[in-house]
């Protein structure tokens, strides 16, 4: 029995691990043997190391791809740094910025060609850029405005340029609007395609049709001298033509609101996603065609400031004044009303239209009368007018075609027609006193220099 009983011992003492088993499964537990806790332990160790490499990688892409465009701008913004006239006399009239506070810069556009050492400045445009308020104020400069150049005694304010580069160019603008001038950036017309046809193109509602060889001068076999009406793709020689013909009644204040037209539908364009990361590439092959005192960390602060800026956050007004050949003399009520609204961030308030002031345009009626006995020259100046938002009823003859000069009749409202004046390339302002007969609020008699309007809408380019 001894033995029988030993045995049965031994037999449950080798059963009950199999009974402890089966009772774990019961509860729901097994215990694992060591063998598969290793394997467990190593596939853990694994996944944590294809994790790691993962985000390893990712991070490796987000800060190459970082160097990669900090170093694209960097060889940009040597490049732009050493071009003609970015040196030590600009510096000395450029206003030092304080970070993240509104600036100012004054941006150029020159028709400099490559055999050319000196340009007069073809687009004048002084912006004014919250980074906090993601909003940005552009103030167009007729290239004719008469202006006081430092050493040059009274000229166009363009010829700055020529007779004194960049820094005569800041204090001479500086001087005419009485702001500090913060920034310096300039780009010819090559730079200019290269960023259109870097995005892709820019869409543009065309509001007049444009056949202009002198503004196609760019363009090989004048391929780009007409663009129809209408909303439309244009690429970078179409869009150059676009934003350089003054082939119309009124030159140079068309082609601004043009200009204009087209900065705000860039914006657009960059602000979309796919625009964003081409940036670095765009200013890299843009370089040797700009030239600024901008640093390589000014760039990068302001395009992440405003890179999803659009249109709507983009404010546009032009200087306005009188034609008095061969200048456009400055309203100077108008200037300080822009000035202002600029400095202190407030809204132009739809006075970038030509003609238009403190006084909305279609609250002025007009009645226009041909006094020279030339052709469609009272059609042509309605034109301008209505074009500027006026109200214009009558369009006719006058009494006699005897009149030398174009006249701007008022009655009780002198300030409206020196607005008008200032939207027709000639004309001159003068009270009735009952000498002439209208009933609407400004009469406007073309006269025989209406024959030399072509010039101030050619001139030249």
């Known amino acids: 029995m001894g033995r029988h009983s030993g045995n049965r011992r031994g037999m449950r003492s080798a059963d009950a691990p199999t009974r402890s088993r089966r009772a774990g499964r019961s509860n729901g537990i097994v215990e694992r043997s060591p063998r598969m806790r290793v394997h467990r332990e190593r596939r853990r160790r694994l996944?944590?190391?294809?994790?790691?490499?993962?985000?390893?990688?990712?991070?490796?892409?987000?800060?190459?791809?970082?160097?990669?465009?900090?170093?694209?701008?960097?060889?940009?913004?040597?490049?732009?740094?050493?071009?003609?006239?970015?040196?030590?006399?600009?510096?000395?009239?450029?206003?030092?910025?304080?970070?993240?506070?509104?600036?100012t810069i004054l941006f150029l556009g020159s028709d400099q060609r490559p055999w050319e050492t000196d340009a007069r400045a073809d687009t004048i445009i002084v912006a004014r850029v919250d980074v906090e308020a993601n909003k940005v104020w552009l103030l167009s400069i007729p290239r004719d405005t008469r202006a006081e150049i430092p050493g040059h005694g009274t000229q166009k304010i363009n010829a700055a340029n020529f007779y004194g580069g960049p820094s005569l160019m800041v204090e001479t603008v500086r001087d005419l609007l009485g702001i500090p001038i913060n920034h310096y950036m300039s780009i010819d017309f090559t730079g200019f395609q290269h960023v259109v046809d870097a995005v892709g193109g820019v869409w543009i509602d065309v509001d007049v049709e444009i056949d202009d060889w002198k503004a196609a001068s760019h363009s090989p076999g004048l391929r780009a001298k007409r663009i129809e009406p209408g909303y439309q793709l244009l690429d970078g020689e179409h869009a150059l033509t676009f934003v350089r013909s003054r082939d119309f009644p009124d030159a140079d204040f068309t082609r601004m609101k043009h200009q204009q037209q087209f900065f705000k539908a860039l914006a657009d364009q960059f602000a979309k996603a796919g625009n964003v990361v081409k940036v670095p590439s765009i200013v890299r092959g843009m370089a040797e065609y700009m030239s600024t005192d901008m640093s390589v960390g000014d760039m990068i602060e302001v395009g992440d400031a405003l890179r999803d800026i659009g249109s709507a956050n983009i404010e546009t007004a032009t200087l306005i004044g009188e034609w008095r050949s061969p200048y456009v003399w400055t309203d100077q009520e108008q200037k300080e009303f822009l000035i202002s609204a600029m400095m202190e961030g407030r809204s132009f308030e739809d006075t970038s239209t030509v003609g238009a002031g403190v006084i909305d345009p279609a609250t002025v009626s007009v009645t226009v009368r041909n006094g020279a006995g030339i052709?469609?020259?009272?059609?042509?100046?309605?034109?301008?007018?209505?074009?500027?938002?006026?109200?214009?009823?009558?369009?006719?003859?006058?009494?006699?075609?005897?009149?030398?000069?174009?006249l701007v009749v008022y009655a009780t409202d002198r300030e409206a027609a020196q607005q008008i004046a200032a939207a027709l390339p000639k004309a001159r302002v003068v009270e009735s006193r009952g000498m002439y007969a209208f009933t609407s609020d400004i009469l406007v008699v073309v006269g025989k220099d209406y024959a030399t309007w072509d010039e101030v809408s050619s001139g030249d380019r």
């Open 47 to 103: 996944v944590k190391r294809i994790a790691l490499g993962t985000v390893l990688v990712v991070l490796l892409a987000v800060v190459s791809s970082g160097a990669w465009a900090y170093y694209q701008l960097h060889l940009a913004g040597q490049t732009m740094n050493r071009q003609p006239g970015i040196d030590e006399s600009l510096s000395k009239v450029l206003e030092k910025r304080e970070k993240r506070q509104p600036f």
């Open 375 to 406: 052709e469609g020259s009272a059609a042509t100046a309605a034109g301008i007018l209505r074009s500027a938002g006026y109200a214009v009823g009558e369009v006719g003859n006058a009494n006699q075609f005897v009149y030398e000069e174009t």
